[in-house]
């Protein structure tokens, strides 16, 4: 919550809903961070469209978001790997939303195997660039006309993990790095086009996600590597619910790029002292 909100909630004024009535396209909904972020804008009245590969969890999550407040619920299951699933998702959501789309969020991410850069497989490989790269990039240019006509927001899903040289996510904060310097690039040619439409890189920190926590420790737990790396990985992490506020609120101000809802420690030199003797023994 911001000083102003906080100040203005003190002296009784109703908070206000950047989110009410806009038509908002979310990939990655289904879980952790972008099904709580999907709650929030359903909280403030806003029209959903969701994406993510899982059917049911999108039913349960659309029944979930109507009884929270919003206005309209569609759903859309997609496998987000190939450039024909963006242009076909936003084709479905420009006939729901009767063309006027105010808001994206890509927050979906096909995670490969936390591993040694020189165990991934081809396949690993291949997937990890579709999805988080290619797709992504198709994602982000399908939705400029429509971003461009209503001077609506899109919004990315980072990582702080990109600030830290972590061994076994070599390919992970490449994809989220990657990301990440495009968009830096697109929003200053969105300047030059005196474009209205706006970028937003959310950079998380370490959030307790399913996901999360089976990734990261889990892995390396079961290498055997020092018990205090994956100590320190899955340690006093934010809840998805904090990030799904801080993302919302983040797409909502506007905000070039946010940092939050809590910075990862990035010190090398702990990182590297809680994993090496671990890694060496390995």
């Not at 699933?85 to 959501?93: F, I």
């Not at 994206?104 to 790269?133: G, Q, R, S």
């Not at 030059?192 to 970028?199: A, K, N």
């Not at 905000?255 to 809590?262: E, F, I, N, Q, R």
Request: proline share 5%; charged share 15%.
């Amino acid at each position: 919550m911001s000083t102003l909100t906080a100040i203005r909630t003190l002296l009784g004024f109703p908070p206000p809903e950047p989110w009410a009535g806009k038509n908002v396209v979310f990939c990655g909904a289904s879980q952790g961070i972008g099904k709580a972020t999907c709650l929030v804008l359903a909280r403030e009245g806003a029209n959903l469209f969701l994406v993510s590969r899982n059917e049911q969890a999108l039913n349960e999550l659309a029944n979930a978001c109507i009884l929270a407040g919003a206005r309209t619920v569609h759903i859309h299951p997609a496998n987000l790997s190939t450039l024909s699933a963006s242009a076909d998702l936003y084709k479905a959501a420009a006939t729901h939303f009767s063309s006027r789309i105010d808001a994206v969020f890509l927050n979906h991410l096909a995670v490969p195997t936390p591993t040694f850069a020189c165990l991934h497989t081809d396949e690993e490989l291949t997937v990890a660039a579709d999805v988080n790269l290619v797709c992504m990039m198709g994602l982000v240019r399908d939705a400029m006309p429509y971003l461009h006509a209503s001077g609506g927001v899109l919004t990315y899903s980072s990582s702080a993990n990109v600030m830290a040289p972590i061994p076994t996510l070599a390919v992970y904060r490449a994809m989220k790095a990657g990301m990440t310097a495009y968009l830096e690039s697109v929003r200053e040619e969105l300047t030059l086009l005196h474009s209205p439409m706006h970028i937003t890189v959310a950079v998380i920190g370490s959030v307790a996600t399913e996901n999360y926590l089976k990734g990261v420790g889990k892995q390396a737990r079961d290498a055997d590597v020092d018990f205090r790396l994956a100590e320190w990985v899955t340690s006093n992490p934010s809840t998805p619910e904090a990030a799904g506020e801080f993302l919302a609120d983040a797409a909502a101000r506007r905000k070039v790029v946010a940092y939050g809802p809590s910075k990862m420690e990035v010190g090398s030199g702990r990182f590297a002292a809680a994993f090496l003797p671990g890694l060496l023994a390995w």
